[in-house]
């Protein structure tokens, strides 16, 4: 059996691969995804990988070619953040979902299965376990609730134009795994949250809020149920959980570590609600209250139906689930996906050194080239600002997927940078790294044509030439480094590598520049939609 998994670089695609990778039954795995992930480290190695950005509707000829030949499509592209861009997560969610079933059906799939969510079901006020008949109206108040309800309309309305169609859509409760730890804290809790701190200590009274009760299923859990789903040929909807209930006391437990046994401090939802409204519309909080509104209100779902006709149990418990991801998000784990990166980012991915300290010495001049890595590593950081900042203000525009993955590797080569200073016994300077973090903020003050905030269609243009500059800069660093490769005592293969990572950067950044060029200087296109 031939599978394509849309969505297969996230916390769930993730797991599935992992699953689909162990099933006699598939023969082939096809990952979709608009960012790659590094093909050569499991488990995205096993798996054959195409580029899709399902927003646009103009993808679906190309989808279609690419899931030719494919017997099921297992759907789980889902954007969660940013919550300030409502017309961006509409795109992606809703269109998105559309895009796919059309270009399945356009390539001759009949079957697919499709990521729905707890958070389609209507309110409910008790602790009674519900089936799949439960009211789906979303909980009022949650964006995320509201697109989902919006999806399940879009799989109606697929499903009445192609009656032959096989179609499963899983509802599962809040989704866990170790790897997904440090993309759960940036999601929900912010990159400045010192999640860490549980390594060292778990709190012995834990907040929560009032009346709080949820359900979660392990991610292995859930890969395992939409495997089952494709593979059987299901249809319908599957309510997908472990049985406990992750109500506060069973949360301040898990959080405090199962120490004596924790005690939940419970803060009353109505004043709860506009201090995470409040801390979310100044940036504070990645969440916004809408999240709290679904902890409050989703009913309790009875998985019996999944359990009977999928033949799904899940190996994991809500509360084992949840204390995995603690232990994820305190130790800042991840994959060899963007959207699952560790907390660590100049620490993930990059190339290995020697295990032993290198000192320069013999006939290189050690401090001059000491000193050209310092001005190297003050370029990468304004670098790694610069294209940091580019990945969230271009988060909607086509070209973000480029930018994103630019940005990835700029930070994983500063972090190689910066250790391999340090195995030379020269401290990092913190002087130049500083002028230049500095530089390239001020450098943002320019003017550009727009009043302060907005954005100009030209800057684009200019970022993508400066980010140019800057990789073409490094590359003919990496190449002089690799001229002194045996004096540095790192094998001259890592820095070819190095260049060769550069040099695709660089054709990333000119179809950037490429596709601004055409657009910022003209009245009848848009730098920052897909137009014509």
């Avoid at 149920?225 to 319908?236: K, N, T, V």
């Avoid at 909807?237 to 570590?257: H, R, T, W």
């Avoid at 094998?491 to 950037?512: N, P, Y």
Wanted: some cysteine.
């Amino acid at each position: 059996m031939r599978i394509a998994v849309i969505g297969a670089t996230g916390n769930v695609g993730t797991a599935v691969l992992r699953h689909l990778n162990d099933r006699p039954e598939v023969d082939s795995v096809l990952g979709i995804a608009r960012r790659l992930p590094d093909t050569d480290t499991a488990p995205y190695a096993q798996t054959r990988w195409h580029r899709a950005d399902i927003q646009y509707s103009e993808v679906i000829p190309d989808l279609a070619r690419a899931l030719s030949g494919v017997d099921a499509v297992i759907h789980l592209a889902w954007l969660i953040q940013p919550n300030t861009q409502r017309s961006l997560l509409r795109r992606v969610n809703v269109d998105g979902t559309r895009h796919v079933l059309q270009a399945a059906a356009r390539a001759g799939v009949r079957q697919a299965v499709v990521a729905s969510s707890v958070g389609v079901y209507s309110p409910a006020g008790d602790d009674t376990p519900h089936d799949e008949q439960w009211p789906t109206h979303g909980i009022p108040g949650s964006h995320y609730s509201e697109d989902k309800v919006a999806q399940e309309q879009v799989m109606d309305e697929f499903l009445r134009e192609h009656p032959g169609f096989s179609l499963a859509r899983l509802r599962p409760g809040l989704v866990f795994q170790r790897e997904a730890g440090s993309e759960i804290q940036r999601y929900f809790a912010g990159e400045l949250a010192p999640v860490q701190l549980l390594n060292l200590i778990r709190p012995p009274v834990v907040p929560v809020p009032a009346g709080i009760r949820v359900q979660a299923v392990h991610a292995d859990d859930l890969a395992a149920a939409y495997a089952q789903a494709a593979i059987l040929g299901a249809q319908g909807a599957f309510n997908i959980c472990a049985e406990d209930l992750l109500d506060g006391d069973a949360i301040a437990k898990i959080v405090s570590g199962g120490t004596s046994p924790g005690v939940k401090l419970p803060l009353p939802g109505a004043a709860l609600r506009p201090l995470i409204k409040a801390a979310h519309r100044a940036r504070i909080l990645p969440t916004d209250e809408g999240w709290l509104d679904m902890g409050l209100h989703v009913p309790v779902m009875d998985s019996s139906r999944a359990r009977n006709e999928l033949q799904w149990t899940p190996r994991y418990s809500g509360a084992q689930a949840l204390e995995e991801l603690l232990e994820g998000m305190a130790s800042g784990v991840g994959t060899a996906s963007v959207p699952l990166r560790p907390r660590d980012l100049d620490a993930s991915g990059r190339p290995e050194l020697p295990a032993a300290d290198h000192t320069l010495g013999g006939e290189v001049d050690a401090l001059l080239l000491r000193q050209y890595l310092a001005d190297h590593l003050a370029g990468a950081t304004a670098g790694t600002n610069r294209i940091g900042r580019m990945a969230g203000d271009y988060v909607d525009t086509p070209v973000f997927p480029e930018i994103s993955e630019v940005a990835e590797a700029v930070r994983r080569e500063r972090g190689f940078l910066i250790e391999l200073i340090r195995r030379q016994g020269f401290a990092t300077p913190p002087g130049s790294t500083t002028i230049a973090w500095l530089g390239e903020r001020v450098g943002r003050l320019k003017p550009n044509g727009r009043l302060p905030g907005g954005r100009s269609p030209s800057t684009l243009v200019v970022e993508a030439e400066m980010m140019i500059t800057g990789v073409t800069g490094k590359l003919h660093g990496w190449k002089v480094m690799k001229d002194h490769a045996e004096a540095l005592g790192v094998h001259a293969q890592v820095f070819q590598d190095l260049i060769e990572d550069a040099e695709r950067q660089r054709e990333q950044l000119q179809s950037v520049h490429a596709y601004a060029r055409r657009r910022a200087f003209r009245k009848d296109r848009s730098t920052f939609e897909k137009t014509r």
